[in-house]
């Protein structure tokens, strides 16, 4: 079976600080990996995707993360939070069929003091 | 316009009752899934539909029953509503196939049963 682990629950950092989510997962096969942002009260938005090639991947609003095969890892980083990105993050990954079921993890909760 | 709607936003209903949601994506998408966020904003995956097909069905009770009649739209009926059916239930829609397979989804409905 493939299970996603976040372990930070909840994170919280001041403006400027540099951010790092953890996301594990256990499957020995395939996976297309993402990272979902969920704002108060809104709908979960893609901030990046893996699927192949280069490990280090780029999405949206200054957030990369680096898929790691060795450690089965996907953390997400951002080099400088901003009060705006208060919000729930979720770790998913896919198994690589074409089924597109996505496994979350429990997600991380991130607040921003100003 | 938003590409994958659904209505209600929110509803309030008391135990015993029926109730829908309904579900309309407009980027041209064969396979639509309803996903549900428990009150500790657990993610998990209910249904999955391909071109009009129940593809995935997981151990969701027989209360439940989505109804896709064409693929552009995914219906979820609920018979009989409980205390533990409040949750936000998403629905979302993927091209199979497409590189990775990416979810996209609604804003969510606010379902709660008192």
């Known amino acids: 079976a493939q299970s996603v682990s976040q372990h930070n629950h909840h994170v919280i950092l001041s403006e400027a600080a540099s951010l790092e989510l953890g996301c594990n997962y256990s499957y020995g096969g395939t996976v297309n990996l993402f990272w979902y942002v969920q704002y108060p009260g809104q709908h979960l938005q893609l901030l990046l995707k893996y699927f192949s090639g280069d490990p280090l991947v780029k999405g949206i609003k200054g957030f990369e993360a680096e898929f790691i095969k060795s450690k089965f890892s996907f953390n997400l980083r951002k080099p400088s939070v901003q009060w705006s990105d208060t919000a729930e993050y979720f770790c998913?990954?896919?198994?690589?069929?074409?089924?597109?079921?996505?496994?979350f993890g429990r997600g991380t909760q991130l607040t921003v003091w100003p | 316009d938003t590409a994958v709607s659904q209505t209600p936003k929110y509803l309030v209903t008391q135990m015993g009752n029926d109730k829908s949601i309904k579900c309309e994506q407009n980027l041209g998408h064969d396979t639509m899934y309803w996903y549900k966020q428990d009150s500790k904003k657990f993610l998990k995956i209910m249904f999955s539909y391909n071109n009009k097909e129940l593809i995935i069905n997981e151990t969701v009770p027989n209360r439940f029953s989505p109804k896709s009649p064409d693929k552009a739209h995914l219906n979820l009926h609920i018979n009989s509503l409980e205390l533990g059916d409040s949750a936000v239930y998403f629905c979302?829609?993927?091209?199979?196939?497409?590189?990775?397979?990416?979810?996209?989804f609604g804003e969510g409905s606010w379902l709660t049963v008192v």
């Open positions: 998913a990954l896919d198994r690589g069929s074409t089924l597109g079921r996505l496994y």
């Open positions: 979302a829609s993927s091209q199979v196939g497409d590189s990775g397979n990416t979810i996209y």
